[in-house]
């Protein structure tokens, strides 16, 4: 008789115990998820901050090159000038318009 | 050892637990009460640290020649500006930055010594200046990049295409007309910054681009444009003139290809060029148009029937009297038929054809041919002339009108004009702009030949073209303007300058030629007007052969074949050029 209560007891004890750890391991598990959602969080903040920062160097590089691309095409337009290529043509190369018989009209 | 009993693990365990969630249970309503409860002041606070209110001043879109060739174009460079709360040593500052910038050791240190927490010291500088000034590194002074206008032709087309001013405005030419489309859109852009102050990619813009303006591709042509503008100054240079304007369009469309005056200014470098230099002659100089206003006459008495080209008007011997003054020719003749009158250009005979035409026919034709009223092209500030309504118009002003005393108009109204003769009778409305471009080069505007009235008759306009060949050949007024190889159909013009509103001055003329190449099928109407040449003043003798330099250069340009040139098959030509004309290349000698 002594013996079945002991041992009802003790059922009783560990069924608690198992309640208790039950509790704690559930707690623990919503601690884990919520410290990981956090974690992840904190992680995604911290990506989209550096790609933020990769998309504005992206940026500045590829204003960069556009500022250089306008600033070549500027070059390119003020070489073009009809006044220099004039000046070029007919001081250092020596050239003249053609005179009449030297032009040639292709068919 | 003792071991632990179960119930104080359980009782540790359990007051951890307590512990931590207590604090997480802090931590969330923390959380809840900073993200939730006091987010929007809090969201302000950091908003206020971190993000900034930039001002994102657009790049003016680009302005082309008819062929995609640049006139105008924006390139980012670099401007100086100093925080003067945070320079320690204004003096010192001033003192090394003075060497570097075209501003005073004084005017430095007052702009560094400034009360204001932001101010300029120098805008839009080159590479070279910023390097050293940047080497200096003095506190406080700071760089920022800025839109500055470049025109890489320079002098090229400088009216037509205008300036505009360092904050990136029009304010002449294209650049003033078409301001709103080129211009772009100014925003304010907020831009975040960590907790370096370093600036990150705005999240509600992608590109600043996405605000650049429009380009604008005109009508002009860089080549025809430069002959012009070439002959047009040899032309002044020659005769000693105060100025000139030329330009050439097509007839077919009023497409203007070339807006040329003299003198020209730099767009590049506004600080040395004079203000009369920036008046776009072409459109605002309103003038007597002389001469080359009987082609109006004629046009309009050849509409009504009212002469033939065979007709014969006796022309007093040079000299009429018409109510109490005298009308002169520059020749004396007897007869002469109405062709002959056109290609001597005599005054008395078209004085009397005029009189036979009647002030109300002449009035209504010369209204129609858009004398009297702006051409509306695009550009501002464009002056309509002087016509007097023909209700106080005498027998004597009826004679001066139709030699083109008494009347002004602008040289692009007399082009206009013209081209409507050489078209076959249309008035076509003159336009310089040809396409609007978005800021992907894609066509959003597209501009097309207008026409305003249909003047006179094909057929009208034929025999006023046969009549204009005349002037020009052998013997005739604008014998100077005839070229090798292409019929020219043109009139000159030599008229006295109005003397302050009273009279006509005795020395000062403006000599014009006015035609249009080929005759036979009209691809340019050229216009060259030469104000106060020295020496000789006829439209004919300095005029005229500017005329033929930009309309030879431009017909060749065009490849428009001349009636005697030879057209050979393709093969045959090289053979002969490389006979001929070309070095021999080194394969082809093996």
Redesign the interface.
């Given at each position: 008789m002594a013996h079945a209560a002991s041992t009802s007891i003790g059922r009783a004890r560990a069924s608690e115990a198992n309640r208790g750890d039950g509790l704690v391991s559930a707690v623990l598990s919503v601690l884990v998820i919520v410290i990981s959602v956090l974690l992840f969080y904190t992680w995604s903040r911290v990506q989209v901050v550096r790609i933020g920062y990769e998309i504005f160097n992206a940026n500045s590089e590829m204003r960069k090159l556009d500022q250089e691309n306008k600033e070549l095409i500027l070059e390119i337009a003020t070489l073009k000038s009809p006044k220099r290529i004039e000046r070029i043509a007919r001081e250092e190369l020596k050239l003249l318009p053609p005179k009449e018989e030297q032009i040639i009209i292709l068919r | 050892m003792k071991k632990p009993s179960?119930k104080w693990i359980?009782f540790r365990?359990s007051t951890i637990?307590v512990f931590?969630?207590l604090v997480?249970f802090i931590i969330a309503g923390r959380a809840f009460q900073l993200q939730v409860l006091k987010r929007d002041q809090l969201c302000k606070l950091a908003e206020r640290q971190y993000k900034k209110n930039i001002p994102l001043v657009p790049k003016r879109g680009t302005i082309y020649t008819r062929g995609y060739?640049?006139l105008a174009?924006?390139?980012?460079v670099d401007s100086i500006y100093a925080e003067p709360d945070s320079i320690e040593t204004p003096k010192l500052a001033a003192k090394r930055l003075a060497s570097l910038l075209p501003l005073s050791r004084k005017e430095l240190e007052d702009n560094l010594s400034s009360s204001k927490s932001f101010v300029w010291l120098a805008r839009k500088v080159t590479p070279s200046t910023i390097e050293r000034v940047k080497s200096l590194n003095i506190r406080g002074i700071g760089f920022v990049k800025e839109n500055r206008r470049?025109y890489?032709?320079?002098?090229?087309a400088s009216h037509a295409v205008g300036f505009s001013g360092i904050d990136g405005t029009g304010l002449g030419g294209i650049e003033l007309a078409h301001d709103a489309q080129i211009k772009g859109k100014t925003e304010l852009v907020r831009a975040e910054r960590?907790a370096f102050g370093k600036?990150?990619?705005p999240r509600d813009l992608g590109?600043?681009?996405s605000l650049a303006g429009n380009s604008v591709v005109l009508t002009i042509d860089?080549?025809i444009q430069?002959t012009a503008e070439k002959e047009l100054a040899e032309a002044v240079r020659k005769s000693g003139a105060k100025g000139g304007t030329a330009i050439v369009m097509d007839p077919k469309s009023g497409e203007v290809l070339a807006m040329a005056n003299y003198p020209q200014f730099n767009p590049n470098d506004l600080s040395s060029t004079y203000q009369a230099a920036l008046k776009n002659r072409a459109i605002v100089d309103t003038y007597e148009p002389g001469s080359t206003f009987k082609v109006f006459l004629l046009a309009a008495a050849l509409e009504e029937g009212v002469v033939k080209p065979g007709d014969k008007f006796y022309c007093e011997n040079g000299s009429m009297e018409l109510a109490g003054k005298v009308i002169h020719d520059t020749h004396k003749h007897g007869t002469l038929t109405v062709r002959e009158i056109m290609k001597f250009s005599s005054n008395i005979g078209s004085a009397k054809i005029a009189a036979k035409l009647g002030k109300e026919r002449f009035y209504d034709y010369i209204t129609s041919f858009g004398f009297g009223s702006p051409t509306g092209i695009e550009l501002k500030g464009e002056g309509s002339g002087i016509l007097r309504s023909m209700k106080t118009w005498s027998k004597l002003e009826l004679a001066n009108v139709s030699f083109g005393q008494g009347v002004s108009a602008t040289p692009l109204q007399l082009t206009a004009a013209f081209s409507a003769i050489a078209n076959g009778g249309y008035l076509m409305k003159p336009y310089l702009v040809k396409d609007i471009l978005d800021r992907n080069g894609k066509v959003i505007k597209s501009n097309q030949p207008q026409i305003v009235k249909k003047v006179v008759s094909g057929e009208t306009a034929s025999k006023v073209t046969e009549m204009l060949r005349d002037a020009v050949a052998e013997g005739g007024t604008g014998s100077g303007a005839a070229l090798?190889g292409y019929d020219v159909a043109g009139k000159t013009g030599t008229a006295q300058k109005v003397s302050g509103g009273r009279g006509y001055t005795e020395n000062k003329h403006v000599a014009s030629f006015i035609g249009f190449v080929p005759a036979e099928s009209p691809e340019l109407v050229v216009l060259v007007a030469i104000d106060e040449p020295e020496g000789i003043q006829y439209g004919g003798i300095v005029a005229a052969p500017a005329f033929k330099a930009i309309a030879e250069t431009s017909l060749?340009y065009l490849n428009s074949?001349k009636k005697n040139?030879?057209?050979?098959?393709?093969g045959a030509?090289m053979k002969?050029?490389k006979a001929d004309?070309l070095p021999q290349r080194r394969g082809d000698a093996e």
């Open positions: - | 179960d359980r365990i637990l931590f969630c997480s060739e640049e174009v924006t390139v980012e470049f890489p032709n320079g002098e090229l960590d600036r990150t990619l590109f600043e681009d860089k080549t430069y090798n060749r074949p040139d030879v057209e050979i098959p393709v030509a002969v050029a004309h």
